[in-house]
């Protein structure tokens, strides 16, 4: 059964860092999306991305973070200057088409830690 | 008010019984419902999808939603062992960003 992948499982890095965490959505999805879930919190939505341009952003996605699609099979999402408070799972997810009936299938999630 | 409010639990339930998890949401303009299943330290996987008041089976699961109360359930028969995960509602207007819930821990106990 197709399903998203993402890479690296776990990433760790120093504060103001830069980081890119990658995913490969299921080959035929055209709508892409990334949610981040604090240890003991909800998951939450970060942006929607379709046609190589962002269709939604939550206020959590600020000017430190950035997506793109650079080929035909990877998404990625990139902080700029990573800051304690981004340490979390980060999970992308993908959706066939903008059919009323379809819905997101999701990653197993990048979990990055900050220090 | 939370747009989408579900107790945390943990909900502990000896195997073979019928558990109900539900969620309550305040902003009529979702359409759309879901529940996933979430192991610990894991994605979101997708269990059942509804976009209609009423009820929809799938083996074991159930999921119910009453538009007019603004009110979700998931329920599962029979619950095993391995049904043990985090359950959450996630909740859609149509502009496909997802609401979840905080999510709900149930523990099957053998």
């Known amino acids: 059964e197709p399903e998203v992948t993402q890479t690296p499982s776990h990433q760790v890095t120093q504060m103001g860092q830069e980081v890119i965490l990658r995913c490969v959505p299921i080959s035929n999805h055209l709508y892409f999306y990334w949610y981040r879930q604090i240890l003991g919190q909800k998951v939450e939505f970060l942006v929607s991305f379709y046609n190589n341009e962002i269709s939604e952003k939550s206020e959590i996605f600020d000017d430190q973070f950035s997506v793109e699609r650079p080929d035909g099979s990877n998404f990625t999402l990139k902080i700029r200057s990573t800051k304690l408070e981004d340490s979390a799972m980060y999970f992308c997810?993908?959706?066939?088409?903008?059919?009323?009936?379809?819905?997101?299938?999701f990653g197993p999630g990048t979990r990055l830690t900050v220090l | 008010q939370k747009e989408v409010e579900q107790d945390p639990g943990p909900l502990s339930v000896p195997e073979g019984a019928i558990v109900s998890l539900n969620c309550t949401y305040s902003n009529s303009a979702f359409q759309y419902f879901m529940w996933y299943r979430q192991y610990s330290r894991k994605g979101p996987e997708l269990l059942m999808y509804?976009?209609?008041?009423g009820n929809k089976e799938d083996g074991r699961f159930t999921a119910q939603v009453d538009k007019s109360s603004k009110y979700i359930s998931l329920f599962i028969r029979d619950s095993q062992p391995s049904d043990s995960a985090t359950y959450l509602c996630?909740?859609?207007?149509?502009?496909?960003?997802?609401?979840f819930g905080s999510g709900t821990r149930l523990q099957v106990q053998p």
């Open positions: 997810a993908s959706r066939a088409s903008g059919g009323g009936t379809d819905t997101q299938y």
């Open positions: 996630a909740l859609d207007t149509g502009r496909r960003a997802l609401t």
């Open positions: 509804t976009y209609s008041s």
